[in-house]
C-alpha cells in the first residue's frame, strides 16, 4: 500500500514493474538516459514539466497527472515542518 505523500518515482518504479518495462527501455523511448529515469525511480530526482510530458506521451497519462504526483508530493513534505507566521492575510 502506498501511503501519502509519497514520491511519483514510486509510482513509477511499480508501473514499470507491473507492466514489465525497465528503466533502460523507458529512457531510450523518451530519449533521455537511462540515469534520469533511474534518479527517478530511486527518488532522487522530481519530475519536471519536460519530463511529464514524456512521461505522459511513453505511459498514456497526462502531463498534468504526472505533475500533481511532484506537486503532492512537495506540498506533504512541507506540510510536516512547522508553520512560519503569516507576514499578511490575502482574502
Known sequence: MIKSPFH???????LLDEHSLSQSRL??????QIG???QI???KRGISAGM??????????TPEFWLNLQTAYELGRTKAR????????VA
Open 82 to 89: 512547522p508553520p512560519s507566521k503569516p507576514l499578511i492575510r
Open 36 to 38: 534520469v529515469i533511474n
Open 27 to 32: 529512457a531510450r523511448h523518451v530519449g533521455v
Open 41 to 43: 525511480c530511486n527518488e
Open 52 to 61: 511529464a510530458v514524456k512521461l505522459a506521451g511513453a505511459l498514456g497519462t
Open 8 to 14: 511519483p518515482g514510486m509510482f513509477l518504479r511499480q
